[in-house]
């Protein structure tokens, strides 16, 4: 089964679950469309795959229009790991913001809320370690 | 002169408690040690409005390496004699999170425990116990 | 004027995880608050990915002490549909009866500290008396007094009997009593009212950009709650309404967990009463799971939990996310806060219900000379700045 949201198809992975991969650059059409499907911001999930050179990216929307979860996944590159913000649009999602610049060091363009030790501890900060990352050593 | 300070702690410990980075387990049973129920004004334990009160410390948590510094200011705000138990796994031990990046395990490696009081979460009778013990070790 | 600058936080006399709130305040009225964290960061998702499935259901447990059962129940309903495994009727049923209790104790807590937080120290004595009861049938169930530990992958550890249904049954009816009493006091006492009511209004048409959840969300008139929209556990079969209200302020939603608690004891009676014969207890441990990737909701009683979990086949996790509820009820919430006066600030945050609590010591600085007073929580609560 499919959704249509906008110009997106999410496409049905599970019951009630919903998937559609986008690009970098169709990231923020995409939250403003689900947005408008009666949908608030649940999760963001910072996935590192060392071995593709990527970090993924899922955005995890329920939406109450259609009693389903909508996800969002996009990828980055992980040595260059910079993603438009989307708090205009969702402010909800400053919190998952926060945590994965922090703990993964994905950088949200936009953003001006960003900081180290938003939950890492100092000496995790001081040592430039983001603990999510596979090869953190920690 | 000691002495006699250590005696009044013995009849009216007042106690100060420390949540440093709980799951809120041992922080639940502690409140409820601290509720008529189980009664812990026969010992005359009452919770102190600030450390500047304190007699005890009870520290919770797997000791987070943030919560573990105001933990030190709160220990050295306190007057003397003053003593601390450890309450719950996390504290003595770490816990489920021994050796995890964000915390230090383990109360003692922040400052000197008196008591520890093991269980997760140790039961109300258990953290009164674990203070009776203190106040015997005391007096 | 005078910009007050106050930290409150990280040490409360009595419970919760410590935060830090900065408020920056004008005389009386609020202009800004800040929420600080990093006191209770555990280091949780690294943790999993080092551990084993089996041993992860122990580590998600001690998230959260107060609500320990859901926790659990996410992460394992999680994994057991990366294993392919389906536990029987009967032991969803006892999960879904110990997170039921599980919702009891913890509103039950939260209003007794609501009391607490507005000086009725008398009522909060009385409500952890009568949570004593809750606490009581969680020992009775699960053999634990907090981390109930009853799940297991592929069913649960502990059957009830019907000795156990007959004491359930009879504490209920006194709890059930007792929670409609204080539900009467929170209606009609004035005071109680009169501080709650118009404290931290959230409206409906601001909720979901917000993205609060549970009885929170509920409180501002939108009907959504896992248990009904993404059912799971004995959910499809126990019936329940949800609850919820339009005015959405911290009245609102400390009677909506009021409420939720008399629906959570009719099913906790209906469950024990109806729960279907068959084995419940699993016999093997299942120690790998397939690839694949779940997201997984509960409606935990601070409002929606989520566990998003990557298996890349093997015995641990590859990456396990969880979002908590109140991650985003408390750290969204900062502007709800301006414009109310400084003694409604531990009132509104309490209403959230945080799973990480402000604390007792407040320090106020005044801007003009720098001095610095020490002020209780409720003390700030009364507060009145001339």
Redesign the interface.
């Given at each position: 089964m499919e959704i249509n949201v906008g110009r997106f198809v999410f496409k049905e992975v599970s019951p009630r679950r919903y998937v559609a991969s986008v690009a970098l650059s169709e990231l923020r059409e995409a939250v403003g469309a689900v947005v408008m499907e009666d949908s608030y911001f649940s999760a963001l999930t910072a996935v590192d795959l060392p071995k593709d050179g990527k970090i993924e990216l899922d955005y995890v929307f329920w939406s109450i229009k259609h009693r389903v979860a909508l996800i969002i996944k996009v990828t980055v590159d992980r040595n260059n790991a910079v993603v438009p913000t989307v708090i205009d649009i969702v402010p909800g999602a400053l919190g998952g913001e926060l945590e994965a610049y922090d703990l993964m060091g994905v950088t949200f363009e936009g953003n001006n809320r960003l900081r180290r030790g938003f939950?890492?501890?100092?000496?995790?900060v001081e040592k430039g370690i983001y603990?999510l990352r596979k090869d953190s050593g920690? | 002169m000691g002495l006699e300070r250590v005696k009044a702690i013995k009849y009216s410990p007042w106690v100060?408690?420390?949540?440093?980075?709980?799951?809120?387990?041992?922080?639940?049973?502690?409140?409820?040690a601290?509720?008529?129920?189980f009664d812990p004004e026969r010992l005359g334990v009452k919770?102190?409005?600030?450390p500047r009160h304190a007699d005890i410390i009870i520290v919770t948590?797997?000791l987070?390496?943030?919560?573990a510094e105001?933990l030190k200011r709160?220990y050295d705000q306190t007057p003397s004699p003053k003593f601390v138990i450890a309450c719950g796994a996390c504290a003595i031990s770490g816990?489920?999170?021994s050796g995890?990046?964000?915390?230090f395990s383990r109360a003692d490696s922040v400052v000197p425990v008196d008591v520890y009081v093991p269980g997760?979460?140790p039961?109300p009778e258990a953290v009164i116990y674990g203070i009776k013990k203190l106040l015997d070790k005391v007096g | 004027m005078v910009v007050v600058e106050i930290p409150i936080g990280?040490?409360?006399?009595?419970?919760?995880?410590?935060i830090m709130l900065k408020v920056r305040a004008e005389g009386e009225e609020v202009v800004e608050v800040s929420v600080n964290t990093?006191?209770?960061?555990?280091?949780?998702e690294?943790?999993l990915e080092k551990n084993s499935w089996v041993r992860g259901m122990?580590?998600a447990d001690?998230?959260?002490?107060?609500c320990?059962a859901v926790h659990m129940q996410t992460y394992v309903q999680g994994v057991e549909k990366l294993m392919d495994i389906e536990p029987p009727p009967r032991a969803n049923y006892i999960r879904t009866l110990v997170m039921e209790l599980e919702r009891i104790h913890s509103h039950m807590?939260v209003v007794a500290v609501m009391a607490e937080v507005i000086g009725f120290d008398t009522l909060f004595?009385m409500i952890?008396?009568d949570r004593?009861r809750v606490?009581y049938l969680k020992e009775l169930v699960t053999g634990n007094?907090?981390?109930a530990d009853i799940h297991m992958l592929g069913g649960v550890k502990r059957d009830i009997d019907e000795a156990k249904r007959d004491k359930i049954l009879k504490e209920l009816g006194v709890i059930e009593e007792r929670i409609k009493h204080y539900k009467k006091v929170f209606e009609t006492d004035y005071t109680i009212v009169k501080r709650l009511s118009e404290a931290g209004i959230i409206k409906r048409s601001e909720a979901l950009r917000l993205s609060i959840v549970g009885p929170t969300l509920r409180a501002s008139g939108i009907k959504s709650d896992v248990r009904s929209d993404d059912p799971y556990a004995a959910y499809p079969e126990v019936p329940f309404n949800v609850i919820s209200r339009d005015e959405g302020d911290s009245w609102a939603r400390m009677m909506v967990r009021l409420e939720e608690a008399l629906e959570s004891v009719n099913m906790v009676r209906y469950i024990v009463e109806k729960i279907p014969q068959g084995p419940a207890i699993p016999k093997a441990i299942p120690r790998a799971a397939k690839p694949g990737e779940v997201i997984s909701r509960v409606e935990a009683p601070r409002g929606e939990l989520l566990y998003h979990i990557i298996s890349i086949g093997g015995a641990n996790p590859y990456r396990v996310k969880i979002r908590t509820p109140s991650f985003l009820n408390i750290l969204n919430t900062e502007k709800v806060y301006i414009g109310h006066r400084l003694a409604d600030v531990p009132v509104i945050f309490v209403s959230y219900d945080p799973?990480i609590s402000c604390t007792?010591?407040v320090v106020v600085i005044d801007e003009k000379n720098g001095k610095k007073t020490?002020m209780?929580m409720r003390d700030l609560a009364k507060v009145r700045v001339e």
């Open positions: 939950l890492a501890p100092e000496d995790m603990p920690v | 100060m408690h420390f949540n440093a980075g709980a799951c809120n387990g041992c922080d639940i049973e502690v409140l409820a601290l509720t008529p129920f919770l102190a409005p600030n948590g797997a987070n390496k943030k919560a105001r709160l816990g489920v999170f995890s990046y964000p915390v997760c979460p039961r | 990280p040490q409360h006399p009595a419970l919760h995880e410590p990093g006191y209770n960061h555990r280091g949780v690294k943790l122990y580590i001690r998230v959260c002490g107060i320990n807590l004595m952890m008396r004593e606490m007094r907090v981390h799973c007792e010591r020490y209780s």
